[in-house]
């Protein structure tokens, strides 16, 4: 699947069965708690925490669905092209961080 094809599936799901997208400002704050669903995973999974008996039924990948999910409403609902913007972000990342990277030490 394309980026471009996710933003119509999801608006599609939107308008069929969510009904309507929740305003821009309640997306952003339901973004920011599936981001910090993703990030517990991460700190107990690969980092130092450990889960509590109730967190070791966690799917990574269904909470990451879960945060690109939400992206694509808030790209839908702000008129964003995903696959445009990303593509422009590379391209800046490109010319920025040329030699940037080839030339940190910590990377070597």
């Not at 933003?7 to 069929?16: A, G, P, Y």
Request: include cysteine; charged fraction near 30%.
């Amino acid at each position: 699947m394309t980026i471009d094809e996710a933003q119509t599936l999801v608006d599609n799901w939107i308008k069929t069965t969510g009904i309507r997208y929740f305003n821009e400002l309640t997306n952003t704050a339901i973004l920011m708690e599936e981001v910090g669903e993703v990030a517990r995973i991460m700190a107990r999974q690969y980092g130092e925490q450990s889960f509590k008996k109730p967190d070791t039924e966690v799917n990574l990948a269904d909470e990451m669905a879960d945060v690109l999910f939400v992206l694509i409403c808030l790209a839908n609902q702000t008129g964003i092209n995903l696959a445009d913007a990303l593509e422009k972000n590379l391209q800046k990342k490109t010319i920025r961080d040329m030699d940037r990277h080839r030339n940190n030490e910590k990377l070597k």
